[in-house]
């Protein structure tokens, strides 16, 4: 089994998959590694605002990009990459059951949306719960739906799904809404159509097939129970920044992998792209994600062609015993 490849991305998303197929289409030797394959977008559900596709489920649109990377000729792996280490101009990527070795590495490893950590949430997410406003909005069209959060993305979440639904209830833990001036601003003018429910958490997600309604912390409305057709949780995001750290990536002032205009980190031979990166600050979607994948790609291309010769581990000789069989 052949463990050498000129560039290894380790995530699968729209940045991974999308660095991939540029990768491959500059005839390069590309593996993808990835834990889940889809990445967050697998299973957002409903996507209607990628270009060129008017409406198509999260994971159908990362197969669609598969299946282009992989006439490509480029590798899929499901595994985890458990470390990952710097010799030279090379790099040694190690999962559970290999090592592989790589002129370069694009890091596409995504921001884990924080969750409520409630039984049925995972079962129900892009069956009535959701992360993204901007990406899952549309679908409630005149309906109801609930919002958790109470800090300034949430309160931006919330005037834009105001835009198409019916009613929302904002439901905030603390005694106030933490946002900029100008949304709030916004926000008030809606009047009732955003009504906030304060001091109160969300304690049971309730629906079999989807989601049918909420439990809450206290009663609202003579009742602890609110029925929703959706709900939106906006309480922040984690970038996927450790295996990055490990190398002595630099990151920014928010924990994300700091990079240049052309997706390059200050570690010569790293380049990073997708949600893990700040890049769009919190405007993070399939479209910025997979741009930032090909430019990422095209770095990692250029600089192979710049130092593959310096890569001692990966330009290795063949043994006599290679030469041989």
């Given amino acids: 089994m052949d463990t050498n490849y000129d560039i290894i991305i380790i995530g699968s998303g729209a940045a991974g998959l999308s660095a991939a197929i540029y990768a491959g289409r500059y005839r390069t030797k590309v593996l993808v590694i990835a834990k889940e394959f889809g990445g967050e977008t697998a299973s957002a559900g409903s996507i209607e605002n990628y270009p060129g596709v008017p409406a198509i489920d999260g994971y159908d649109l990362m197969n669609l990009m598969k299946k282009q990377m992989s006439a490509l000729g480029v590798e899929l792996i499901n595994a ?56 899952d909005g549309p679908v409630y069209a005149g309906k ?19 835009e198409y639904v019916n009613k929302l209830f904002l439901i905030v833990r603390g005694k106030e809404v933490t946002a900029e001036p100008i949304n709030l601003d916004k926000m008030k003018k809606l009047g009732d159509k955003i009504e906030l429910i304060l001091e109160t958490e969300v304690k049971e997600i309730i629906g079999k097939e989807k989601l049918e309604k909420i439990r809450l912390s206290r009663t609202f409305n003579g009742s602890d129970e609110l029925i929703v057709d959706g709900l939106f949780v906006e309480v922040g995001a984690i970038p996927n920044v450790e295996l990055a750290k490990s190398l002595g990536v630099l990151l920014d002032e928010r924990g994300y992998i700091k990079v240049d ?65």
């Fill in 144 to 162: 109801t739906i609930a919002m958790v959060g109470g800090g300034d993305a949430s309160v931006k979440g919330a005037v834009l799904a105001a």
């Fill in 261 to 325: 205009n052309m997706m390059q980190t200050n570690v010569d031979g790293v380049f990073a792209s997708g949600d893990a990166v700040n890049h769009f600050g919190s405007f993070k979607q399939d479209i910025t994600a997979a741009a930032m994948g090909a430019v990422a790609a095209t770095s990692a291309y250029n600089d192979r062609k710049i130092h593959g010769e310096l890569c001692q581990v990966h330009w290795r000789p063949a043994s006599a015993v290679d030469r041989k069989t």
């Fill in 80 to 135: 985890e990459v458990s470390a990952i280490k710097r010799q030279g101009h090379c790099f040694e990527v190690t999962t559970p059951n290999a090592t592989y070795e790589t002129h370069g590495v694009i890091f596409a490893t995504g921001a884990e949306r924080r969750r409520l950590g409630l039984p049925n949430e995972k079962e129900l997410t892009g069956k009535g719960v959701h992360y993204c406003v901007t990406c």
